[in-house]
């Protein structure tokens, strides 16, 4: 059984900071990408940042500069600092990972149960 568990979202003032963490835990072999998407509501999920195991990094035109995803190997977790917020970034940010559980070869794509971050102006 693989699970991801987001925290760190929030309320927050226009222009102030938060940073998202999500870990990965259970029967997990190996994760290739891990990345952070958002959905406000009446609009679709979108993705915000992503970050593969090898290759470059890329953020939403929306959030770039403002926005920086990171990732801790060692433990699983990816992160996502929202700095310069603005009400426009009020969404559930969800995390998702492409994990190959133990005893398959299959990479399966995992979801996390999302935060809510909400941004007043």
């Known amino acids: 059984q693989v699970q991801l568990v987001e925290s760190g979202g929030g309320s927050v003032q226009a222009g102030g900071s938060l940073r998202l963490s999500c870990v990965a835990s259970?029967?997990?072999?190996?994760?290739?990408?891990m990345g952070w998407y958002r959905q406000a509501p009446g609009r679709q999920r979108e993705s915000v940042a992503q970050m593969p195991t090898i290759g470059r990094t890329t953020y939403a035109d929306s959030v770039k500069g403002r926005f920086t995803i990171s990732r801790d190997n060692a433990k699983n977790m990816v992160y996502l600092q929202m700095n310069s917020v603005e009400p426009e970034d009020s969404a559930v940010y969800y995390c998702n990972a492409a994990i190959r559980p133990t005893g398959t070869i299959h990479v399966y794509s995992y979801w996390g149960q999302g935060t809510q971050v909400t941004v007043s102006s």
């Open positions: 259970g029967s997990i072999l190996s994760i290739d990408a």
